[in-house]
C-alpha cells in the first residue's frame, strides 16, 4: 500500500493505492482518494494524517518522536564496515581457516574474532593495537563485544606463529578464485619499530622510511597475476632485497604446489648471482634492470639497432640480445618527453646558477650529475648527453617464454604491488610497531595482509570507480542510534550516504531496515 499522485484536467489528487494480483499479472486499485495535493499542503492535513497513522506504526512513532527531540539518544555505533567487511571475511574462509588451525586450542576467548577485530582495525581505525582497541567501541564487530588489549595482544602471538599456514589455507579454499600462479608478483619493503622492535626481526638496515637509526623488518608480498595477495613473507631488517627472491619463489613452489611459475620482481632484485640462482632452481624471471649500475651493458643494449614496436598506449618494446641474455627495451613516449624538459629545466637552472659562482650546487644530487666537479664546478656536457638515453626508458631481463610484448605488460603489472605497498604503509598505516617480541610483531604485520586481501575481493566486485577513502568513509557514515521508548530498545539507522548502497549491492548484503528493535 503506497501513496500516489494523479492529475486530473491539470489538479493533482493523492490516492491511496494498493497493488493485488490477478492471474500471473499484478495490478493496482485505490482505497481512498484524500483530496488535492494543493489544498492538502495548505492546510497542513498531510502532517495530520501523518501523525494520526503514525500513532498505530511503533517504528514511525519512534522516529518521529526522536526526531522532535522527545527521545535521548543512546548509544551509537557504526555498523556499515563490519557488515561488509564480515561478510567478505566469512566468504573468504577467513574464519573457517582460523577455526581449522585453533582445532584443539582451548583459549578462553575467541582467536578468530581478535583477528577479524584486528583486521577490520586496519581498514578502517589503523594504527597500533591500543589503538584499535580504545577505537573499536565506536564500531560494532560482531562478537567481539568481550574482547580486550590482552586479547589483542595473545590473538597476534598465536596469528603470528601460524601466518604461514593461514596462507596455505586460504589459498586452497579460495583456489577457484585464483586465475593463475604462472606468473607472480613480488616486492619488499621495511617497517621501523618504536621501542626495540623483536628478537631477531629487529635490525638496522637499509631504511625505505629513511629511519636508519631504528631497529626494522623487511615485509613482501606476493600476488597472483589479477593482484590478490598471496603470502607475506618477513625477514630480519638487515636483509637485502636480492636475498628474498630465490627463497620466495623456493617456498612457493613447496607450499603451493605449483611447479610453473615466472618471477617478476623491481630492479632492486636484479643481479648476475640472483638471476643464476632462480635459473638453477629452475625458475623463468622478469626483473627489472639497474641501468645506470650496469652502464656498459646497457650503452650497448640502448644503442642496438632495431624499431620499437607500439604494443599499447605509451608503451613501445624492442627485444635486444646481449652476451648470452636476452633483454626487453621499453619506452613510455609521454615519459620519455618529461624526462627531457624536465632535464632541459634543471641545465637552464643550472647555467644561470653556474654564472653567479653557487658552490652550493655541488650538494644537491639533481644538480651534481651534470657537474664536472674541480676548483671551477662546469656542465659535463658529455653527460648531459648520455642521460638522454635513458629518457622514458627501462630495461628487463628475461628468461621467461613470453613475446616481448608479454614480458613488457607483466612488469608493468608489478607496479599494483608496489601500489599495494603505498596502501599498506599509507591506507592501511601498519606502523605504529610497539611489540617486542617476533610472534606478535609478526601477527600485528599479518593483519595488515588480510586487510588487503578483503581489500582486493572488495574491489574485484564493485563495478565502479571508487578511492578507498571514499568508501572507507561512506561505508562509516552507516550508523545505528540506540533509543529507549516505554521499556523498549530501539536502533535507528542512518541513512545511505555516497556510494554505500552500491558497495552493499556489490557484497551481497541487505542493507538494515531504518528502524529495527533492539535484539536483548
Known sequence: MFIREKTVQGRTYLQVVENYREGAKVRQRVIATLGRKDELQASGQIEGVLRSLARFSEKVRVTEEFREGKLAAGKVQKIGPDLIMGRLWSELGCDAAIGKLLSGRKYSFSVERAVYAATLARLFFPGSDRTADRQARDFRIAGAEGLSLHHLYRAMAWLGEERERLEEELFFRNRDLFSSLSVVFFDTTSLYFEGRGGESLGQKGYSKDRRPDENQMVVGVVMDDTGRPIACPMWPGNTTDAATVAPVATRLRERFGVSDIVIVADRGMVGAANAKKLTDLGFPYILGVKMRLEKAAMAEVLSRAGRFREVA????????????????????????????????????????????????????????????????????????????????????????????????????????????????????????????????????????????????????????????????????????????????????????????????????????????????
Not at 659535463?380 to 614480458?407: H, S
Not at 607483466?410 to 617486542?436: C, G, M, N, Q
Not at 606478535?440 to 578483503?454: D, E, K, N, Y
Not at 540506540?482 to 554505500?500: F, H, N
Open 313 to 520: 598506449e605509451n608503451l613501445k618494446v624492442k627485444e635486444v640480445r646481449h652476451g648470452g641474455k636476452r633483454y626487453v627495451v621499453c619506452v613510455n613516449p609521454e615519459e620519455a618527453e618529461h624526462d627531457r624538459l624536465s632535464r632541459e629545466v634543471i641545465i637552464s637552472d643550472l647555467q644561470d646558477r653556474l654564472k653567479r659562482g653557487a658552490s652550493s650546487l655541488i650538494g644537491n644530487s639533481g644538480y651534481r650529475r651534470y657537474l664536472k666537479l674541480g676548483q671551477k664546478p662546469e656542465i659535463d656536457w658529455e653527460r648531459v648527453k648520455a642521460e638522454e638515453r635513458y629518457d622514458g626508458k627501462w630495461v628487463l631481463a628475461t628468461t621467461a617464454d613470453l613475446t616481448a610484448t608479454e614480458v613488457a605488460q607483466k612488469y608493468k603489472e608489478l607496479w599494483r604491488v608496489e601500489r599495494i605497498f603505498r596502501e599498506a604503509k599509507d591506507t592501511l598505516s601498519t606502523r605504529p610497531i610497539y611489540h617486542k617480541y617476533d610472534a606478535t610483531i609478526a601477527g600485528h604485520v599479518f593483519c595488515s595482509f588480510l586487510a588487503l586481501l578483503i581489500m582486493h575481493e572488495l574491489k574485484r566486485r564493485i563495478d565502479f570507480p571508487c578511492e578507498w577513502r571514499q568508501l572507507k568513509q561512506d561505508l562509516e557514515a552507516v550508523y545505528e542510534i540506540e533509543v529507549a521508548d516505554d521499556g523498549k530498545t530501539w536502533l535507528l539507522r542512518s541513512p545511505l550516504e555516497g556510494v554505500a548502497g552500491k558497495v552493499f549491492k556489490a557484497a551481497g548484503v541487505a542493507v538494515p531496515p531504518t528502524v529495527r528493535m533492539a535484539q536483548v
